[in-house]
C-alpha cells in the first residue's frame, strides 16, 4: 500500500467527511468526482467503445495515485467490468468505520468513473462495488447502464 503523504491527506478527509456527514457522504462525494472529471480530463473524445474508454481513463487515474491500478476488463454486453488493483484507501476501512464500496473515497472513484465513461461513450452508468479480494488488493466493480 501507498504511503504517499497526499494520500494520506485525502484518506483522512474522507475519514471526517465519513464521520461528519454520515449517510450523505456518498451522494456529496460522488458528485465531486463526477465534477473532478473535467478537471482531469478537460477534453475527451466522444463515441468510444468500452474497452476504448477504459485505456484512456487508465492512464488518467494512474495519474491519481491512492486509487492504485484501473482497468476496464471486460464489456460483459453493455457492462463495463472495472479492476482498482493496490488501492490505498481500502486499508482506511477501519478508521472510516465503512467497509470498502461504501467510504465517501470510493464514492468519488464511482462520479469520476460514471461521468468520465459518460463523457467518453454517451453511456450514463452506475458504478458500484461487487466484491473486493483483500489478499490480491482489486476491487471488483461494475458500470451498469441505467
Known sequence: MANDPKDVIIGEIQN???????????????????????KIWPELP????????????????????????FSIVADDHGVAKIE?????????????GKPCGQQPICYF????????????????TKVEL???ADGQEICFETATPR
Not at 471526517?16 to 473535467?38: D, E, F, P, Q, T
Not at 466522444?46 to 491500478?69: N, R
Request: charged letters at 25%.
Open 16 to 38: 471526517i467527511v465519513s464521520k461528519m456527514l454520515g449517510g450523505s457522504a456518498g451522494a456529496l462525494m460522488r458528485r465531486a468526482g463526477m465534477n473532478a472529471s473535467y
Open 46 to 69: 466522444p463515441d468510444k467503445s468500452i474497452m476504448e474508454a477504459g485505456e484512456i481513463m487508465k492512464k488518467g487515474v494512474q495519474g491519481l495515485g491512492g486509487f492504485g491500478e
Open 84 to 96: 482498482f488493483v493496490g488501492c490505498y484507501f481500502a486499508s482506511l476501512t477501519k478508521d472510516s
Open 109 to 124: 472513484g464511482f462520479g469520476l468513473v460514471e461521468e468520465t465513461f459518460k463523457r467518453l461513450t454517451g453511456l450514463t
Open 130 to 132: 461487487v466484491d473486493r
